[in-house]
């Protein structure tokens, strides 16, 4: 998940590339629900791409999240259904279906005629003013495309949110997740337990890392720490490495 945070001097905006996991699920409630009761930034569109899952299930998981979240009036753009160069299998962590194959009946929400690639090019040059920050966790599943985004990036422009971080410091704990967030009796909570339930399965941890991507760019106030480091990726050999000099 790639939320995209445009910062104006009077208002913010989100745009949220994601592939269709539960924890996609999970960082777009948030933001969406930051939307509605706190006057956070306005979700002007999902972009999806393939990852957890196919992008084809990516854009079915995009409506059942919207259907959920009663917001079928945010746009949809879709987008790639490879990596540029070489695919990687899904892990099927979250299932087969990326939200814990479960069936629902959902409303249709059309995509829109511009693909994703040319909506992030509209959009950049509407709010050319603002600057962009990007958060990659999938770097495994495209890692050309990684590759292209830290060449590229500048200070002001990308920032990196280490998931060795999220999971050393962030931590829940899959008791806290099932009986204390999962007991709340909202249409969210009731979908994300569904969405979760094949990964809560397997381990005795829950990390919110993308939750905790969205939570940063919806308030970067609760980082206490920030890091300028160099980043490079190694792209040859058998074991592809990302590289991180400090």
């Known amino acids: ?74 746009p949809i753009y879709r987008g790639s259904p490879s990596a540029l160069i070489r695919d990687f299998p899904s892990d099927l962590y979250f299932g087969y279906d990326g939200l814990g194959d479960n069936t629902t009946t959902v409303e249709p929400i059309a995509a829109q005629k511009e693909n994703a690639a040319e909506a992030l090019i509209a959009f950049s040059k509407k709010l050319k003013d603002n600057i962009p920050q990007k958060v990659e966790f999938n770097v495994k599943m495209d890692i050309e495309a990684y590759y292209i985004v830290v060449e590229n990036g500048l200070l002001d422009k990308v920032t990196l949110i280490p998931s060795t971080t999220v999971k050393s410091y962030l931590n829940l704990g899959k008791v806290w997740r099932l009986d204390i967030l999962g007991k709340i009796q909202s249409n969210v909570i009731k979908a994300m337990n569904v ?29 206490g720490e920030v890091k300028y480091t160099w980043n490079y990726l190694n792209l040859c050999g058998k074991y592809r490495k990302i590289i991180l000099k400090i």
Do not use: C
């Open 1 to 74: 998940m790639t939320p995209l945070h445009y910062a104006y001097a009077t208002e913010k905006k989100l745009i949220i590339d994601h592939d269709g996991g539960a924890d996609d699920a999970m960082a777009i409630f948030l933001a969406l629900l930051n939307e509605k009761y706190f006057d956070g930034p306005e979700v002007v569109a999902i972009t999806t791409t393939h990852g957890n899952v196919d992008e084809n299930q990516v854009f079915y998981n995009t409506q059942r999240i919207l259907n959920v979240a009663q917001r079928p009036d945010v």
């Open 195 to 223: 969405y979760e339930r094949i990964s809560l399965s397997r381990s005795n941890d829950w990390h919110p890392l993308d939750a905790a991507a969205m939570s940063i760019v919806l308030n970067a106030m609760i980082v």
